[in-house]
C-alpha cells in the first residue's frame, strides 16, 4: 500500500512534532532537531547526511548556516514546512526504509526519485536539445502520470521531477497531481518562460512544487542557445518567484561554448543574488543522431569545473550538485533506478534521461517489473561501472559498458524520429573518456595520497 502503515504513521507524527520546534525558533532549535533524527533514525538511512549538517552548521559565520537561516527569512513559512516534511520525513526516513526493504525483497534498483517527461512538447527549440529527438507529439496523460506515482510510493519513492519537453506546457496537470500527492515533494527542469502570476499563486497554495529554471550562464550564452529574449524571461520569472518567497534553483548544462562562464564566480554570485537556493549541473552529451559532438566538454574544462563547484561550497550560500563530478560522493552512477530513472512522454522507462534505450513501457509493465528487466538488472548488476567513481558514467565515462548492457538485455532505441545505434552513440563519447581517465585517475591519486597526509 502506498499509504503510509501504522507504524509510519506514529514515526511520521513524531518527526512533524520535532520539526515545528524549528518554526518556533531555527537557531535554538536545528541542533536539538538534528540530535533527535539521528535517535530516530534507527536504519542509519540519514545519517551521514545529518552528521555533514551538524558539522557545517556549527560554523556560524559560514556559508551553510546563511544557507540554512535563508530558508527561514527568504521562504514562505506553509511552502517551507510542507518541503520539510515531504522531503526529509517522507522521501528521506520513510521511504528510504521502504526502498531498502524493497530492494532487500525483489533484489533489484528501487529509485529515490522519478524523472518524468509529461509532454515532448516545447515552446523553444535549443541548440542540441536531446529532448527533441522524442519529437513534439508525445504526451503521457494525467492518469498515467498519477498511476507512477501511486506504485512508486508503494515502493518508497516521493520524490518525482518533471523534465520535456517544456514540462509546464501541463501547467494545470502538474499542479493537480501536487493536489492529489500531497506527501510528495515535486520538482519541474523549465525554461522558465511560461511562469506567470497565476501560475505562482497556484504553486503557494499546493506548496509542494519546486522549479529549477534552465540557464546556459548570462544573457548572450543562454540566448545564444535558447533563442533571443529567453534569458530576460527567466530572469524574469525568478524575480516572481522571490517576490512570492517561493524556493526556485537552476540547471546549467557546461559546454565547450560556455564552460568557463558557468563555472564564474560572476555567474554564481549572480544566481544567489536572483534567489537561487540551489543550482543543478550538467555536461553535454551527444546524445542522438542530430547532436552537436563539438559542444563536449575538454578534459581541462570538466576538470575545471570540478575544482570550482568544490571551491564554491565552501563558500558560496548555494547547495549545487553536479551529476558526473559528484561521482565520488554517491559511489558511481545513480542511473538505471539505484538513486533515479526517467520515463519519457512515450511511456517508455529509461535508465537514464540521457540514455534513451529502453525494454519496458508503462503501459505494458509496472514500475516493479520494469525494475527486473533485463536492462534495469544490467545496471543493478553492474554498477558502479569504474572503481574510480570519478568515471561513473556508463555512456561518458565507460561507452563499452553501456554498449554492452544495451546489447545484453536487447534493449532498443526511444528516439522516435531518428533510432540511433548504440554503437553509434557510444563510439561518439570513447576519446573523450580516455582522455577524461587520464585526468581523473590523477585526480583520485591526488585525494588519496592527501587523505594519508592528514590521518
Given amino acids: 500500500m502506498s499509504d503510509l502503515s501504522m507504524k509510519e504513521k506514529i514515526e511520521s507524527l513524531s518527526m512533524k512534532t520535532i520539526l515545528t ?30 552528521s555533514v549538517v551538524k558539522n557545517v552548521l ?21 511552502v517551507r514546512k510542507k518541503l520539510f516534511e515531504n522531503f526529509i520525513i517522507n522521501a528521506t526516513v520513510i521511504g528510504g526504509k521502504r526502498q531498502e526493504l524493497n530492494r532487500k525483497e525483489y533484489l533489484c534498483n528501487i529509485p529515490w526519485a522519478i524523472l518524468m517527461d509529461p509532454t515532448s512538447a516545447c515552446n523553444l527549440k535549443c541548440t542540441g536539445c536531446w529532448a527533441a529527438d522524442y ?23 516521493f520524490m518525482y521531477i518533471y523534465s520535456g519537453g517544456e514540462p509546464l506546457t501541463r501547467k494545470k496537470d502538474i499542479i493537480t497531481l ?3 500527492h500531497q506527501d510528495c515533494v515535486f520538482l519541474a527542469f523549465t525554461n522558465g518562460t511560461l511562469v506567470d502570476e497565476q501560475f505562482v499563486k497556484e504553486m503557494l497554495r499546493v506548496k509542494n512544487l519546486v522549479l529549477a529554471f534552465s540557464v546556459e550562464g548570462f544573457e548572450e550564452s543562454t540566448d545564444s542557445r535558447r533563442g533571443i529574449g529567453t534569458y530576460s524571461k527567466v530572469m524574469d520569472a525568478m524575480k516572481l518567484m522571490k517576490d512570492n518567497k517561493l524556493p526556485f534553483g537552476f540547471s546549467s548544462c557546461y559546454t565547450s561554448m560556455n564552460t568557463e562562464v558557468i563555472g564564474s564566480e560572476e555567474y554564481f554570485d549572480d544566481m544567489i543574488s536572483k534567489g537561487a537556493k540551489f543550482g543543478w549541473f550538467f555536461t553535454y552529451m551527444p546524445v542522438g543522431v542530430d547532436a552537436h559532438p563539438d559542444l563536449m566538454v575538454s578534459p581541462e574544462q570538466r576538470s575545471f569545473m570540478y575544482d570550482r563547484i568544490r571551491s564554491f561550497r565552501e563558500s558560496k550560500s548555494l547547495f549545487t550538485m553536479d551529476f558526473w563530478n559528484d561521482g565520488e560522493y554517491v559511489k558511481g552512477c545513480i542511473a538505471g533506478g539505484r538513486n533515479y530513472l526517467h520515463i519519457n512522454a512515450n511511456g517508455d522507462i529509461e535508465p537514464c534521461a540521457f540514455i534513451h534505450y529502453s525494454d519496458s513501457s508503462i503501459y505494458t509493465k509496472s514500475l516493479l517489473e520494469a525494475y527486473k528487466s533485463p536492462l534495469f538488472m544490467q545496471y543493478y548488476k553492474n554498477q558502479p561501472f569504474n572503481e574510480n567513481h570519478l568515471r561513473p558514467c556508463p555512456l561518458l565515462d565507460n561507452p563499452e559498458k553501456l554498449e554492452m548492457m544495451v546489447k545484453e538485455s536487447g534493449a532498443n532505441s526511444t528516439e522516435m524520429l531518428h533510432p540511433e545505434d548504440v554503437s553509434d552513440l557510444c563510439n561518439k563519447c570513447k576519446k573523450a573518456s580516455i582522455d577524461w581517465a587520464i585526468v581523473a585517475d590523477e585526480i583520485k591519486r591526488k585525494s588519496v595520497m592527501n587523505n594519508e597526509k592528514y590521518k
Fill in 178 to 180: 501536487c493536489e492529489e
Fill in 135 to 157: 519529437g513534439n507529439q508525445l504526451s503521457m496523460n494525467k492518469k498515467t502520470l498519477g498511476s507512477i506515482i501511486d506504485q512508486g510510493k508503494e515502493l518508497g519513492t
Fill in 21 to 50: 520546534l524549528v518554526e518556533s525558533n531555527p537557531e535554538k532549535n536545528i541542533p536539538i532537531i538534528l540530535d533527535l533524527l539521528e535517535r530516530i533514525d534507527e536504519g542509519k538511512f540519514i545519517g551521514n547526511q545529518l
Fill in 58 to 78: 556549527k560554523n556560524k559565520d559560514g556559508n551553510w548556516y546563511k544557507l540554512v537561516n535563508s530558508l527561514w527569512t527568504d521562504i514562505d513559512d506553509g
